[in-house]
């Protein structure tokens, strides 16, 4: 018997469990206590909460360990969300750390999947929306996108997050107009205060649309706007070169992105930029950051200084997010269309490859604090409350 010796159960033919853990199943049970008479396990990843929460409940941290080797070997961005919240709830710490590192530098990826950025909590979205490590593509506009998207399947669970875009944008746009947006801005204001909207704010389509799509208040928008404005003047005033610490560096910067499958490339994001033209360049050898201002034309590139400084960081991934080259925060004194190798590539180098690009070139709005003060005086004016 499992339970001999002194134990008031060991004469018993049936023991009785107490189990609030709705994780633990049958399956889980019968997988775990068959361990213990035949000193093996089969795991079956599909059902691998119900295995790692019996484990934990007895305490058998060699069926632990054995679901945490095997859920680091199948680790990737299909169970990367599903797997931080299981080692998240049974403190399988390194499972946790490997699967939020997937998350952050493949978060792109995830995004670009309704049923996966669907299964994204409240606590998980605020930690990827604040961390350094987090890589996207396009900029902080897609960002606010997906966001949209995440608060519309939050508030409405029932969804079909399967229909074609053009029905389940046509969606989202409506249950936005009818919607109570000072509700949802108080529900999720540590989400939507985490969006960076200085940089989303430098076109005047994507103002229109912000203010269109009703979930970001006009006061705020308008807001932000003179920030930006004003921001601009002082940068523009101050003739000394940017300085600043590497917290509000990554708190601040502009987050860019972009997939390759093939060199070369050369891109630039658009968008005002306080008049300066900053381009990429990518071949098979070398990756280069550009200051353009005469060479090519384009609406952006007015800011004629002899040196403007860039803080930067850029990183590129493989296609299985691993980081194949980092510069780290560093900064440039940039002439005037002047080129800067970056990397020098190695000859092993295959696409597909990402290309991340964190970056300031003046010192940045807190436009987080515009959405934080509108929230505190709702709630001073709705004492704390406000309905659906």
């Given at each position: ?74 680790l ?123 940089q ?29 404005w ?26 860019l ?45 007015v ?19 691993q ?5 780290g ?29 964190q ?30």
């Amino acid at each position: 018997m499992m339970l001999e010796g002194s134990w008031a159960e060991s004469k018993s033919e049936r023991i009785d469990m107490e189990i609030t853990d709705p994780n633990i199943d049958a399956d889980g049970l019968n997988a775990v206590f068959g361990s213990l008479y035949h000193n093996e396990i089969e795991i079956d990843l599909e059902k691998i909460e119900g295995t790692v929460a019996a484990a934990s409940y007895i305490v058998l941290d060699s069926v632990r360990e054995r679901c945490a080797e095997m859920m680091i070997s199948a680790l990737s961005t299909d169970n990367a969300v599903r797997y931080y919240e299981l080692s998240t709830s049974y403190g399988l710490d390194y499972v946790r750390e490997k699967s939020i590192e997937l998350i952050l530098h493949q978060f792109w990826k995830i995004l670009s999947v309704r049923e996966k950025l669907r299964e994204v909590s409240h606590d998980l979205l605020e930690t990827i929306l604040t961390s350094p490590n987090m890589f996207t593509l396009e900029g902080e506009y897609d960002l606010y996108q997906h966001v949209l998207q995440w608060i519309y399947m939050k508030e409405n669970p029932d969804c079909n997050h399967d229909e074609p875009n053009e029905q389940f944008n046509s969606n989202i746009k409506n249950f936005f107009k009818t919607a109570n947006s000072d509700f949802l801005l108080m529900k999720y204001v540590d989400i939507i205060s985490k969006i960076r909207m200085g940089q989303i704010l430098i076109r005047s389509d994507t103002i229109t649309t912000i203010k269109n799509d009703g979930l970001i208040p006009i006061q705020i928008v308008d807001g932000i706007s003179s920030q930006l404005w004003f921001s601009l003047l002082q940068n523009e005033e101050n003739p000394k070169p940017l300085e600043m610490s590497d917290d509000e560096f990554f708190e601040t910067c502009n987050r860019l992105g972009r997939s390759l499958d093939s060199f070369p490339k050369c891109w630039r994001w658009v968008g005002y930029n306080s008049g300066v033209d900053i381009m990429l360049h990518v071949n098979d050898y070398s990756v280069c950051i550009i200051r353009n201002c005469l060479n090519r034309k384009t609406p952006y590139s007015v800011n004629l200084k002899s040196a403007h400084v860039l803080h930067f960081r850029l990183v590129i991934c493989d296609f299985k997010g691993q980081i194949s080259f980092d510069t780290g925060r560093t900064s440039w004194a940039m002439k005037p269309d002047e080129t800067k190798t970056v990397f020098r590539l190695n000859e092993d180098i295959s696409t597909p490859i990402s290309v991340h690009f964190q970056y300031l070139i003046h010192k940045p709005i807190g436009s987080s604090t515009c959405v934080k003060k509108y929230v505190e005086e709702l709630k001073a004016k709705n004492n704390g409350d406000v309905e659906p």
